[in-house]
């Protein structure tokens, strides 16, 4: 059974600095990998995916890499800005044989301060 | 405007009752899924459908059930046998393939009276 682990699970930055999320997954026979923010009682938004054949997603300010052999992504923030505070998620896509579904980490909860 | 909506916002349920949610979707998307999400966690699957009047139970179905009748819309139940239903609830649709980003409804928050 996959399992996905995001690290740190909270962290706190002043504005302007450069930050990293990890996530790990413990099988990587993936379908996909996809980075989501939440905001406090909203529901997803994605933000970032990469295909199981990619390294990395760029969008903006944001940076996703993949290394399937070593069971690793993370998201690369450039230039925080107090916008960003919110709970990042990881999710790993499989592909069954009754369609694909995605599992979870338990996300990172990022302030970043004025 | 396209997107998914759930509702109610709010739910509360009383003892044994059972109760259900509502998720719509205009994005013309083939799957549709449904999370629970408690405090400080991440979210379990509680069942997915691929097309219309096909879906499979995700980690966590036990006390829950679906239907799959429209394209547009995935109900969930929350049945009496589910004895701690207190949670955030979230719906989410997606394309096929593997570029299959899910976009998700705004959630609806149950609580147990």
């Known amino acids: 059974k996959q399992e996905v682990t995001q690290i740190p699970a909270a962290l706190s930055v002043p504005e302007g600095e450069n930050l990293v999320l990890n996530c790990s997954f413990t099988?990587?026979?993936?379908?996909?990998l996809q980075w989501f923010r939440q905001d406090p009682g909203k529901g997803l938004t994605s933000l970032l995916l990469i295909q199981s054949s990619q390294r990395e997603q760029t969008s903006g300010r944001l940076n996703a890499s993949l290394d399937k052999s070593s069971g690793r992504s993370t998201l690369y923030i450039a230039a925080s800005q107090p916008g960003d505070s919110a709970t990042y998620l990881c999710a790993v896509g499989a592909r069954e044989t009754s369609g694909s579904r995605l599992t979870f980490g338990e996300g990172t909860q990022l302030t970043v301060n004025p | 405007d396209g997107g998914i909506t759930q509702s109610p916002k709010y739910l509360f349920r009383k003892e044994g009752q059972n109760v259900t949610l509502s998720c719509e979707q205009n994005?013309?998307?083939?799957?549709m899924y449904w999370y629970r999400q408690d405090p400080g966690q991440g979210l379990r699957l509680i069942y997915y459908?691929?097309?219309?009047?096909?879906?499979q139970k995700g980690d966590i179905a036990e006390g829950y059930s679906v239907s799959r009748e429209k394209k547009e819309s995935f109900p969930l139940t929350v049945t009496s046998a589910q004895k701690n239903p207190t949670a955030f609830y979230l719906c989410?649709?997606?394309?096929?393939?593997?570029?299959?980003?899910?976009?998700f409804g705004a959630g609806t928050r149950l609580s147990v009276l």
């Open positions: 989410a649709s997606s394309t096929q393939g593997s570029r299959n980003i899910q976009y």
């Open positions: 459908s691929q097309i219309v009047n096909d879906f």
């Open positions: 994005l013309n998307h083939d799957a």
């Open positions: 099988d990587s026979a993936i379908y996909n």
